[in-house]
């Protein structure tokens, strides 16, 4: 029992001064749960509203592709500098410590790889996303692809009902086929699809127009990046993405590729958080490779 030594009688109740009500800093997320908000806001900083989310989940479909030969060795130095890792619960179990206290965004679908015909996927059980603690769930959705377009948005409705039982946002992630045109009708219809089946996050690709693919998805747009690119060019497609109204991004071999891995994802960040411009993020990224 407390002590009851000394009780004090409240005296300071603010009257005549209104309840701090604050706005909350992810898109579309005012009408979530307190536990779906607290997730969200580990994974998007509340001062910037953005986020760095670091994927490593490649494996699942391609094997141990460049620069994830070895996670221990290449993706476990990086973590401090990620704001999430992105990853499949194989590799959360086997390679990340426990101690690192970053939210994971687990690859919650598994299913064809790159030697047959990719989407073709299922979902892992929410039972297995809650007992490794995950802040949320990714899953994927092959729009356009005739085989599996319905079982895809499937997982994806699936997901959101499970994981919003335990208020665990899903992030949506478009798929490109061979087929897709990469433009903004289709990553803007992909990631509508995405939200409109309840994802909290859209992960997708920045293209030509792409401040439509933002401005029509009500949740948090964040960016793959894609096949590695030149660091100056990789750091470029970071800037027009924030500044045409993406939250971030969720990228992948244009860090863990680099020359300079580290460095890489810290020019990324200066860019995502500090507002750097393209030119003043290489700089930062050629002096911390030297
Ligand atoms: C595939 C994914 C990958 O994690 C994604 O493509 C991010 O990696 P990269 O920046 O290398 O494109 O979600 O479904």
């Avoid at 986020?51 to 460049?66: C, K, N, Q, R």
């Avoid at 973590?79 to 970053?102: F, H, V, W």
């Avoid at 965004?105 to 929410?126: F, H, K, M, Q």
């Avoid at 919003?164 to 992909?190: E, H, W």
Wanted: charged share 20%; with cysteine; proline share 4%.
């Amino acid at each position: 029992m407390a002590d009851l030594d000394d009780l004090r009688e409240g005296s300071d109740f603010g009257l005549g001064v209104a309840s701090q009500n604050q706005s909350f800093h992810v898109k579309g997320a005012s009408n979530l749960p307190w536990g779906m908000k607290d997730r969200l806001s580990r994974i998007f900083n509340p001062k910037t509203g953005r986020a760095v989310m670091l994927a490593f989940d490649h494996g699942f479909i391609m094997g141990p592709t460049s620069g994830l030969e070895r996670i221990d060795l290449t993706i476990v130095p990086l973590i401090e500098y990620a704001d999430c890792l992105m990853c499949t619960r194989g590799i959360l179990q086997s390679t990340i410590p426990a101690n690192t206290n970053k939210p994971i965004c687990l690859r919650s679908d598994a299913g064809s790889s790159i030697l047959t015909e990719l989407n073709d996927n299922v979902l892992i059980d929410i039972e297995d996303v809650i007992r490794m603690n995950v802040t949320a769930m990714a899953v994927m959705l092959a729009i356009g692809d005739t085989a599996n377009e319905a079982k895809t948005v499937a997982n994806l409705y699936k997901a959101v009902d499970k994981a919003s039982r335990y208020n665990i946002p899903v992030m949506g992630v478009t798929a490109v086929g061979k087929q897709m045109a990469r433009d903004a009708r289709y990553f803007g219809l992909a990631s509508r699809i995405c939200a409109e089946n309840g994802a909290n996050i859209v992960k997708t690709y920045y293209c030509d127009g792409f401040e439509k693919v933002t401005a029509a998805c009500p949740v948090p747009v964040v960016i793959a990046g894609g096949k590695k690119l030149e660091e100056k060019e990789a750091l470029e497609l970071c800037y027009r993405a924030v500044s045409e109204g993406a939250a971030g991004v969720d990228m992948g071999r244009n860090v863990f590729q680099s020359t300079s891995p580290a460095a890489m994802i810290q020019a990324v960040r200066g860019v995502i958080h500090e507002g750097l411009t393209p030119d003043q993020a290489y700089e930062m990224f050629n002096d911390l490779s030297k």
